[in-house]
């Protein structure tokens, strides 16, 4: 238990480099967002989201798209978001073609690639 302790803590241990957001509805904890950037991204990416995560009975009224957009707003630049590409996560493909597509209004570039961690459904986009 306190490896697992130990492998969140740098996320509180680098600040301007890597963010953690506490989702909340109506003061309640919901979820959260990890946003790495640069030495914890690729070089031709300025912002990464390394996790999203939005509790059960928070999902499907648009609280998670709201809170992608807030975060994204925040950070101007090069944005990466990985996803896994089988169709046990149609749900979360669904989800940032969706997000990234509103928010982009279809300005962004969506690729399968091998990452780090696998194959991976990769969403790109520009906020400057």
Known sequence: MQDQYD??????EKPNVLYAFLIRVDGVPAGFVFVATAPHCSADTDFFVHEFFL????????????AAKEVFRRYPGR????????EKNRV???????TVSNYTQGNYKEQHEQTY????????????
């Not at 492998?7 to 509180?12: G, P, S, T």
């Not at 509790?55 to 709201?66: H, N, S």
């Not at 944005?79 to 089988?86: K, L, V």
């Not at 979360?92 to 969706?98: D, L």
């Open 55 to 66: 509790m059960q009975p928070f999902r499907g009224v648009g609280i998670a798209e709201y």
């Open 79 to 86: 944005w990466e978001i990985f996803t896994n590409p089988s």
């Open 117 to 128: 961690d696998g194959e991976k459904l990769i969403f790109r986009f520009l906020n400057h």
């Open 7 to 12: 492998v969140q803590n740098i996320w509180w």
């Open 92 to 98: 979360g493909q669904h989800f940032w073609r969706k």
